[in-house]
């Protein structure tokens, strides 16, 4: 597999992969179902996603060159890899399409309200497939000068709304005992930490070197993301209090509230921006991998690109018609189903793998 990032770029885009669609659309429902502990459920979480990145990046090192696909099958058999790899597209596929779907939910929404959803579905898809037809070592730099241009927005949101911070809403913490904040850790350890198993395809990208460090800068990335959702989380429930659980999209939310003489107003703009833009750019990482996966599955070589089109087409299908079911459908999948599928089809897979790898390792 030829490499084409360097250690620096992987860390870069884990942290846009993490901090992508979670940092406008997790405060909302984390507040709302650990209310007040929310800050603790995303510390532990947190943590979580640090243990997580142990089997992936240590596979990654003892099988250089190779995908999760790839070292299971020579790991397990191929059987066993077609069934995990298998599992583990469809779980792709639901994250490319629900990350599309919560853009043109936010678009018709929030600016809009007229144009059918689909459209935008069907347009964001387009270009997602031709951004990841130029390849990765390629869209990586981009992202990257794109990211920042979020964050300096999210950072720049959150000073600005300071004065309207209320630190009284801090308290109790744990109020309700700790039944909440267990219920949060549930709900963000499959939006996004549980998603980081997805690296396992992308690490192979990664140029090898004398002092690999990928591993360090990675868990740094995610580090840098925990604070940032801790930012945004902090500022969203300073600013509402008991009802910030009930602002989706908090963060454009909290810029609404923002107004500061005649100079700073309509600052929801910039939010609206930073949520089109982190999302786009976390969906084309997720349909990027899930190519990789297809292709691995099928037995084509990662540089085949003929199904990137198929693909994202069949994304936009499934798009489409779960939001057809409607929001509350949706939001049902994000909170009660997605945590217990990215367990089964990410989580408990690359720790099975992970400890087959040990025992092979023992034995030789």
Same mark, same amino acid.
């Given at each position: 597999?030829?490499?084409?990032?360097?250690?620096?770029?992987?860390?870069?885009?884990?942290?846009?992969?993490?901090?992508?669609?979670?940092?406008?659309?997790?405060?909302?429902?984390?507040?709302?179902?650990?209310?007040?502990?929310?800050?603790?459920?995303?510390?532990?979480?947190?943590?979580?996603?640090?243990?997580?990145?142990?089997?992936?990046?240590?596979?990654?090192?003892?099988?250089?060159?190779?995908?999760?696909?790839?070292?299971?099958? *020579?790991?397990?058999?191929?059987?066993?890899?077609?069934?995990?790899?298998?599992?583990?597209?469809?779980?792709?596929?639901?994250?490319?399409?629900?990350?599309?779907?919560?853009?043109?939910?936010?678009? *018709?929404?929030?600016?809009?309200?007229?144009?059918?959803?689909?459209?935008?579905?069907?347009?964001?898809?387009?270009?997602?497939?031709?951004?990841?037809?130029?390849? /990765?070592?390629?869209?990586?730099?981009?992202?990257?000068?794109?990211?920042?241009?979020?964050?300096?927005?999210?950072?720049?949101?959150?000073?600005?709304?300071?004065?309207?911070?209320?630190?009284?809403?801090?308290?109790?913490?744990?109020?309700?005992?700790?039944?909440?904040?267990?219920?949060?850790?549930?709900?963000?350890?499959?939006?996004?930490?549980?998603?980081?198993?997805?690296?396992?395809?992308?690490?192979?990208?990664?140029?090898?070197?004398?002092?690999?460090?990928?591993?360090? *800068?990675?868990?740094?990335?995610?580090?840098?993301?925990?604070?940032?959702?801790?930012?945004?989380?902090?500022?969203?429930?300073?600013?509402?209090?008991?009802?910030?659980?009930?602002?989706?999209?908090?963060?454009?939310?909290?810029?609404?509230?923002?107004?500061?003489?005649?100079?700073?107003?309509?600052?929801?703009?910039?939010?609206?921006?930073?949520?089109?833009?982190?999302?786009?750019?976390?969906?084309?990482?997720?349909?990027?991998?899930?190519?990789?996966?297809?292709?691995?599955?099928?037995?084509?070589?990662?540089?085949?690109?003929?199904?990137?089109?198929?693909?994202?087409?069949?994304?936009?299908?499934?798009?489409?018609? /779960?939001?057809?079911?409607?929001?509350?459908?949706?939001?049902?999948?994000?909170?009660?189903?997605?945590?217990?599928?990215?367990?089964?089809?990410? /989580?408990?897979?690359?720790?099975?793998?992970?400890?087959?790898?040990?025992?092979?390792?023992? *034995?030789?």
């Amino acid at each position: 597999m030829r490499s084409t990032l360097t250690p620096n770029q992987a860390a870069v885009l884990f942290f846009i992969f993490l901090t992508g669609s979670s940092i406008i659309n997790i405060p909302a429902p984390l507040i709302l179902f650990s209310h007040n502990g929310a800050w603790i459920s995303l510390i532990a979480t947190g943590m979580f996603g640090l243990l997580l990145l142990i089997p992936i990046v240590s596979l990654a090192r003892r099988y250089p060159g190779m995908t999760f696909i790839q070292y299971t099958s *020579k790991l397990m058999g191929k059987p066993a890899a077609i069934f995990l790899g298998v599992i583990f597209l469809s779980y792709q596929i639901q994250m490319a399409a629900g990350i599309v779907m919560d853009i043109a939910m936010f678009l *018709k929404s929030s600016m809009m309200r007229s144009t059918d959803y689909s459209i935008f579905i069907i347009f964001s898809f387009l270009a997602i497939a031709i951004t990841i037809r130029v390849g /990765v070592g390629k869209f990586v730099g981009m992202f990257g000068l794109l990211m920042l241009s979020v964050m300096v927005f999210i950072v720049f949101n959150v000073l600005l709304s300071s004065a309207n911070f209320n630190w009284h809403f801090l308290l109790p913490v744990v109020d309700d005992g700790v039944k909440p904040i267990l219920h949060g850790i549930y709900f963000i350890s499959g939006f996004p930490y549980g998603e980081i198993v997805l690296f396992s395809m992308i690490l192979p990208f990664v140029k090898p070197q004398s002092s690999d460090r990928t591993g360090r *800068k990675m868990a740094l990335a995610l580090l840098l993301n925990t604070a940032s959702l801790l930012m945004v989380t902090l500022a969203t429930l300073l600013t509402f209090g008991p009802i910030a659980g009930e602002r989706k999209y908090s963060m454009f939310e909290v810029a609404r509230t923002i107004e500061i003489t005649e100079i700073f107003q309509r600052i929801e703009a910039l939010m609206g921006y930073s949520l089109i833009v982190a999302s786009f750019m976390k969906a084309s990482i997720v349909l990027f991998t899930s190519h990789i996966t297809l292709n691995h599955l099928l037995g084509l070589p990662h540089e085949n690109r003929q199904l990137i089109f198929p693909l994202a087409l069949l994304c936009a299908i499934i798009s489409i018609s /779960v939001g057809i079911r409607g929001e509350a459908n949706w939001n049902f999948i994000v909170s009660g189903i997605n945590p217990l599928w990215g367990l089964a089809a990410f /989580v408990i897979p690359i720790v099975l793998v992970y400890f087959v790898s040990l025992l092979r390792k023992k *034995k030789t």
